[in-house]
């Protein structure tokens, strides 16, 4: 299959088509963190697919999700815009990506294994066929091979229409709660993924916390193993989403999609594997340590930090005026609706006003212009989380985490202020908050300003009786009850 994408890139460069804008297919991978792919760096051999694809197209090494879990960051990505207070569903006022589309004449089918991207949160918007229903088990979505028998019925019918395609996958299974998949513990034995780095930084932790390890396990290593274990778990996910994502692509070859195509494969966020200390209701960690031991004294899932491991996504671009290689300027997940609207020669929406309503930047000058111009190209990126928000600098190298007023009790449910050196501590383990005063009041001017010029009415508030089981199902409800307060005030704490 992968030599097929190959030559039809071959013949796209070459050739070009009469269909006047290519298809259009944006796969988006639920909780897939950039550092698990091989293109980026990842030793494992998780994702032959994804890796062969970014061989023949263009990947961007440093790519930022604008929140750590799936509403806000969905909304921010399918509308453009970032999201400086928590939008959790597309704003009616403005124009979501396929919407865009559909305008343009593109036949418009969407396919989501994530039940939060649902019609009653205003998904569907600008889509002629749109499926976002449960999977065989509620609070749990559909397996890709589930998933991907949902997708042909649609496309073939959209196909007919002679129309350009534009079609949305958005698979799950990286997402918790991690599923087995014993067919590939001979080459990818979850006992065998990479430990917390750096190595032994969990058991030192551990030692430090104040809490005794158990008797049967003087050292806590057995504990530690079976987090490892875990993340392997977490692995063979990602390795069978990549399978079927090779599958999708296979199919939609045969279909003759790709004759004339633009592919992004991105995620919504990434996911915590035990690599910080669990900060959310910190005052009960000990009591939680001793009861139930390390797993939720560190912290795993998405959505309550910005650590680099829930915001560091894949981008990926492939096809038609896509051309082969890497950049390493800094983009942020908000860019990918401009960018496509490059591709695909249509005009990005305005606003009532007139105004353009992307605040994301069309990634497309960046194909082939000279290093030199690329290097002035955005040097800050941003993140936000209902309690934190973050500020990463290029040509520093810093990151500035702050908490956010979400919570009545900071001190108990918030992160303090922390400042990390990325190049020379990729783990964030090294808070330079006391030393470097002025990198972190600047760094703060910048976050307040970047938050001032990008104004947006929060929508925190269920929108369905069931939603809260939900959401608590998925994990992201458990920090406290009722409506979140405003997240995109800086505490001064």
Not at 58 to 82: H, K
Not at 294 to 321: C, N, Q, S
Not at 405 to 428: I, K, N
Request: aromatic share 10%.
């Amino acid at each position: 299959m992968l030599a097929l994408l190959a030559a039809v890139l071959g013949l796209v460069a070459c050739g070009g088509s009469d269909q006047e804008h290519p298809n259009v297919i944006v796969i988006v991978v639920d909780t897939l963190r950039a550092d698990r792919l091989g293109c980026y760096g990842y030793p494992r051999p998780i994702t032959p697919e994804i890796d062969e694809l970014a061989k023949e197209g263009l990947r961007f090494e440093d790519c930022v999700a604008q929140a750590p879990w799936t509403l806000p960051s969905m909304s921010s990505m399918l509308t453009g815009r970032y999201v400086t207070q928590h939008r959790e569903w597309p704003d009616p006022a403005q124009v979501p990506l396929a919407e865009c589309f559909q305008t343009a004449g593109y036949a418009t089918v969407g396919v989501s294994a994530n039940v939060l991207l649902a019609k009653d949160h205003d998904f569907d918007r600008g889509y002629d066929h749109y499926d976002a229903s449960f999977g065989p088990v509620d609070n749990d979505g559909k397996p890709f091979d589930q998933l991907y028998e949902a997708i042909w019925p649609p496309v073939e019918k959209a196909l007919a229409t002679k129309k350009p395609l534009f079609l949305f996958v958005q698979p799950f299974d990286p997402h918790f709660s991690y599923k087995t998949h014993p067919q590939y513990d001979a080459q990818l034995p979850c006992d065998g993924a990479e430990p917390v780095q750096p190595a032994g930084w969990q058991q030192e932790v551990l030692a430090k916390s104040g809490v005794p390890a158990p008797e049967n396990d003087p050292d806590w290593g057995d504990h530690v193993r079976a987090l490892t274990h875990l993340r392997g778990q977490y692995e063979q996910e990602v390795r069978f989403t990549d399978e079927w994502l090779g599958k999708t692509l296979a199919r939609l070859d045969e279909l003759g999609v790709l004759d004339d195509a633009v592919v992004a494969i991105v995620s919504d966020h990434g996911e915590g594997l035990w690599e910080h200390v669990n900060k959310g209701a910190r005052t009960f960690l000990k009591e939680w340590l001793a009861t139930k031991g390390p797993d939720g004294y560190f912290f795993a899932g998405h959505a309550h930090h910005v650590y680099e491991e829930a915001i560091r996504t894949p981008m990926i671009l492939w096809g038609k005026g896509v051309p082969r290689g890497a950049r390493s300027e800094p983009v942020e997940n908000l860019d990918l609706y401009p960018t496509l609207c490059a591709l695909a020669r249509i005009d990005p929406p305005k606003t009532k006003e007139g105004r353009p309503q992307l605040q994301g930047r069309d990634l497309t000058p960046l194909f082939d212009a000279p290093k030199e111009v690329r290097a002035g190209w955005r040097d800050h990126t941003f993140s936000l989380a209902y309690n934190v928000a973050t500020v990463r600098e290029r040509s520093s190298g810093l990151k500035l985490v702050v908490p956010t007023c979400s919570f009545t009790d900071v001190e108990q449910f918030g992160t303090p202020r922390e400042l990390f050196h990325l190049p020379s501590d990729p783990h964030e383990r090294t808070n330079l908050v006391e030393s470097r005063p002025q990198d972190v009041e600047r760094l703060l001017a910048a976050l307040q300003k970047h938050i001032i010029e990008h104004p947006t009415v929060t929508t925190w508030g269920l929108k369905k009786p069931d939603e809260k089981a939900v959401l608590k199902g998925l994990g992201y409800l458990g920090f406290g009850e009722g409506d979140r307060p405003n997240p995109s005030v800086i505490c001064d704490r």
